[in-house]
């Protein structure tokens, strides 16, 4: 089992998601972050004055799947998230232990779905 | 200059000033029922519709609802105001209050293209609007043109600024399509919320307020007796209509929703406003409860049926309260009620008139409608073929703010979710 966290650009979203679900990934996790990686800043204008923005927002995305699952993920999340530009995101994949549905206490491969 | 006079210009004056207060009870509602993505750009859209708004009715669309008419269709003359003769300054008191009365018109339209339209092809549109539909049908019914000369009735706007703000919406919610997301393939409708009601409800109650300037006002002068059953009628069709809409929803939905509560007594006001000098208070709670339960019924068929995307319910509340608004006039209007401002015999169907003031309220609706309707479909295809009327998809997705205008409406709150 595996934990893929992925920080994308947030107007991709409605992309990643559509990736995701033709791909059968259903299940997913979504929060907004700050961050910043090779993208420095970018500049934006208040009152006449520019100021450096230096983290930027982005959307993560966490994901627990089964190890059949890793590659469809990864590569949905990949197309759906590219634009070409700095700033497209990353993903991890860590390794998941132990996963628990809470409702049924089901434990492993058949609570992660 | 005599006392009658002064409290005339005092209170035509007064009265502009409440319905300029009315903008900030617009930009309150769009920005409310829209997006934080996109709040500046709703800002800026409801702020530059005052600003180009005053300033082209000044040089331009004044002259043409009030001036020397040819053929009952266009005023010619009086573009630019000056000192007419000696001390009477009437003339500037009346065309401060036209003046915000054609800027609310305009900004009506700019809740039904939110989140979506380029900025500078809503400038254009506010440049037409202000400078030629609106005064246009406004010399038509107000100016001494050929509704006025029938015999149409819309005391305060409901046809004038309602519908044709109402049914030019209607054409640039058309071109421009529905926003990303907001309607499956499989034909269902997705409900894409506001960001903030409060802000919604504090502008819903601003319009309101405002409206005691735009309804009383409309007798132009602060000595006429009927200005206190007007003020009363417009109190009562806004809270009829909230109520109308409430129970329609709480039936239907389940649910009593803030949303179509608030745009329920905006319809209730919209309701009332062509009729509220020549009606009865009794008739004013039928019209606006009516004007309520139509709203919720109008913006299910036109977002769900039509599939035309109307974030704000500019296209029901104000297109169609506003027809409806005008033809009340012609089943509701009392001779009773009607004298007290000058208006001759008139009595409407429900009280002995028979159909023909309604027949004329019906003519002047639907020539107003057509014309604003069509010239407008004109106008923003001309700008969707040439400059362009939307944002690119990722525009959209990013947020007008950040595209459009290069900063933040809420610089330190992460509010970037997209659906």
Redesign the interface.
Known sequence: MKLIIAMIQ?????DVKKALFEAEVYKLT?T???GCGQQKGYT???RGVIYEVNLL?K?RLEIAVNDDFVEKTINAIKKGAYTGNIGDGKIFVLDLPRCIRIRTGEEGPAAIG | MDLAKSIDIIWILLSSFLVFSMHAGFTLVEVGFTRAKNSVNIVMKNFMTIVLGILIYFFIGYGIMFGKSIGGLIGTNNFILKLLNNSDTTNFAIWLFQAVFAATSATIVSGAMAERTKFYSYLIFCFVITAFVYPVVGHWIWGGGWLNKLGFIDFAGSTVVHSVGGFSALAGAMLLGPR??KYNKNKTSNAIPGHSIPLAALGVIILWFGWFGFNPGSTLSGSSPAISFIAVNTALAGAAGALGSLVYVWLKYKKPDASMVLNGALAGLVGITAGCTVVSPLSSIIIGFISGIIVVISVDFIDKKLRIDDPVGAISVHGICGVFGTLAVGLFAQADYARISGFDKINGLFFGGGFKQLLVQFIGSISSISFSFIIMLALFSAIKYSVGLRVSR?EE??GLD?TEH???AY?GF??????
């Open positions: 947030p107007h991709k979203l409605p979504v907004n972050v700050l934006e204008t208040y927002k959307v | 990303f997301g990722e997705l990013k950040i290069g900063m933040e610089s992460q509010i970037f979710t997209n659906e």
